[in-house]
């Protein structure tokens, strides 16, 4: 008798949903790369889907046009924005992030927590201190963030100094 009630249930489930669902198409995931740097906003009076860019705030059709000669447009015209959008400059993208607004900016290094962690690192793993002279090092550091201040060996030493003494 238990059984009768489940597929009883089962059975109602299953023609509720059969009977709510609408001719409209189910949303797809967004997968193309370029929906980092496009916001889609809408669409215009002529009812074709449009998206803006992130950067540059330009409008860019997206989607399919209504009516028998419709036009997709899909995202090849984005990308190759992207390569053109003075806004947006892919070399340093890494040091790039989004804003709750969905705006791009630049991420902002404080030079003294830097060098406090890059002395933390040499006391930890018992680093020379001519370690932060060199060249790949250097290198490094200014590939990660173009606008960092590396110190001298000096100045590490004077405060690996200071941990010492103040943890002493």
């Known amino acids: 008798m238990e059984n009768d009630d ?3 249930a089962h059975e109602t489930s299953v023609g509720v949903n059969e009977s709510k669902e609408s001719p409209q198409k189910k949303l797809r995931q ?7 740097y496009f916001k889609k906003i809408g669409s215009d009076k002529d009812r074709v889907e449009k998206a803006i860019c992130r950067g540059c ?26 390569l053109k959008c003075k806004k947006i400059k892919f070399y340093n993208l890494g040091q790039m992030y989004m804003d709750r607004q969905g ?3 630049s991420r902002k290094i404080d030079q003294l927590i830097s060098h406090e962690k890059l002395v933390e ?14 060249k790949k090092i250097r290198a490094w550091a200014g590939y990660v963030n173009p606008n960092v201040l590396m110190s001298s060996r000096n100045t590490f030493v004077v405060d690996v100094q200071k941990v010492y003494f103040r943890e002493k």
């Open 103 to 105: 705006n791009i900016q």
């Open 6 to 8: 489940e597929c009883s």
């Open 57 to 82: 705030k330009d409008p860019y059709r997206v989607g399919f046009t209504p009516g028998p000669n419709g036009k997709n447009y899909e995202t090849s015209h984005l990308k190759r924005h992207l």
């Open 30 to 36: 967004l997968k193309s790369s370029v929906w980092r």
């Open 121 to 134: 690192a040499i006391i930890e793993h018992d680093l020379t201190y001519s370690f932060v002279e060199y």
